[in-house]
């Protein structure tokens, strides 16, 4: 996110970010979700502060999520649907893939096992760097990076990721803000096909949809040219809607 962020401020724009709860900095059991909707209250409160300030008052508010952020910026605006100016969303988690869902039974199953063991780490997170990031010193900072968990993760996680996912599947409808949709068309961790069914069932009257063929997850970290045009893509979007010249140095 470090060169996102340089070249977001470049452009004009302040950029602010959070670790969640159990993540990077913050405190809290490594990688554990006791409840979804507590993340999202974290960053709804951190994020209005934010903006509250008095150098932020009267600016454009956007979000910016990736993958599971995504989620989290979809839910934002769910919490408070006339407060954000708009949201950059890269792969958003926002449905599971048909091929991926668990039967009806495998749920209950879960959610009764957490029940009375949340925390048991027993789901084993595969190691995908060298399927999602191509940029191969990306990959070298990703692996070197000590706050990046590489346990197995808790149940209850697991079912509340599940969780969200059915949810905002089933609400994808409420969506309305002004939205910047970009996904990756050769990506393995979340199916381009779900980005085109939010961009389909979304009721904002400013959208955007933009595929990527032959790119994978993780867009900033595909080769300098492919990922400069995201870039690109990106500023241009928001330097629209922002009422504010890029100066882009």
Known sequence: MRDTASRLVRAGYAVYGIDHEGHGRSSGRRCYVPNFSDVVADCSRHFMSVCDKPENRGKKRFLYGISMGGSIALLLHRKEPAYWDGAVLLAPMCKISDDMRPHPVVVSALKMVCAVA???????????????????????????????????????????????????????HEVSLPFLLLHGGDDIVTDPLVSKLLFEEASSGDKDLKLYPGMWHALMAELPQDAERVYSDIISWLDQRANCAANVS
């Open 118 to 172: 949340p925390g048991w780490r027993i789901i084993p997170i595969p190691d995908i760097i060298d399927k999602v990031c191509k940029d191969p010193e990306i990959r070298k900072k990703v692996r070197s990076n000590p706050y990046i968990y590489r346990g197995k993760l808790p149940l209850k996680t697991c079912h509340e990721l599940l969780m969200v996912s059915l949810d905002i599947e089933k609400n994808l």
